[in-house]
């Protein structure tokens, strides 16, 4: 069965530095791999995603994430922060049809004016 | 824009009463499913939807149940809401056409048993 760990529960940086929040995963196939951001009292939504080809993959609001099959892993990278990323970040891995998601615990964001 | 639409942002209802928590989708979805989310567990999956009619338990199913009667409509019922229900309630759906599938999510309703 497939899992997703995110050894970071939360993380506080400061406006403008860069930022980077890891993601492991266990997975015995191909893995479709997320990141999703959820601000407070709000649903969760899409960063970025990867199914394959270039292992760099380029999100919306400026996050990129690399897939790493050798250490199973998927960071979410910023290279600087803003005020408005402040929020919950979630990686899951899902199959090639939409189904048997998993998500990780999720790290919380803090940024410092 | 794709939207999924839950009902309601926020519910408050008494112990015993019976709760339903409507989900659309516009995007032709295939799969649907609902998720409860509790501060220090994550995302946990009650029921998940893979066609109309078609209903499949997921991690935490017990006290909930589901309804699927059209493509786009999925439904969360609790029969007899408790205070351990309280919640926030997040539905989903996905397409099932081959490297598309990422999660939509709805806005969740946050559910207050008293």
């Known amino acids: 069965a497939q899992s997703v760990t995110q050894p970071d529960i939360h993380i506080t940086v400061s406006e403008g530095a860069s930022l980077e929040l890891r993601c492991n995963y266990s997975?015995?196939?191909?893995?479709?791999l997320f990141w999703y951001v959820q601000s407070p009292g709000q649903g969760l939504q899409l960063l970025l995603k990867?199914?394959?080809?270039?292992?760099l993959v380029q999100g919306i609001k400026g996050f990129e994430a690399e897939f790493k099959r050798s250490q199973s892993s998927f960071n979410l990278r910023k290279p600087s922060v803003h005020w408005s990323d402040a929020a919950e970040y979630f990686c899951?891995?899902?199959?090639?049809?939409?189904?048997?998601?998993?998500f990780g615990p999720g790290t919380r964001l803090s940024v410092l004016p | 824009d794709v939207k999924v639409t839950q009902s309601s942002r926020y519910l408050v209802k008494r112990t015993g009463e019976k709760v339903f928590l409507e989900c659309v989708q516009d995007?032709?979805?295939?799969?649907m499913f609902w998720y409860r989310q509790d501060p220090g567990l994550g995302l946990r999956l009650i029921y998940f939807?893979?066609?109309?009619?078609?209903?499949e338990k997921g991690d935490i199913p017990e006290g909930y149940s589901v309804s699927r009667e059209k493509k786009e409509r999925f439904s969360l019922i609790l029969e007899s809401a408790s205070t351990n229900q309280t919640s926030m309630y997040l539905c989903?759906?996905?397409?099932?056409?081959?490297?598309?599938?990422?999660?939509?999510f709805g806005e969740g309703s946050r559910l207050t048993v008293l």
């Open positions: 989903a759906s996905s397409s099932r056409i081959l490297h598309t599938g990422e999660l939509f």
């Open positions: 997975y015995g196939a191909t893995p479709y």
């Open positions: 990867y199914f394959s080809g270039d292992t």
């Open positions: 899951a891995v899902g199959t090639s049809y939409g189904q048997n998601f998993v």
């Open positions: 995007m032709d979805h295939e799969n």
């Open positions: 939807s893979y066609d109309v009619k078609m209903k």
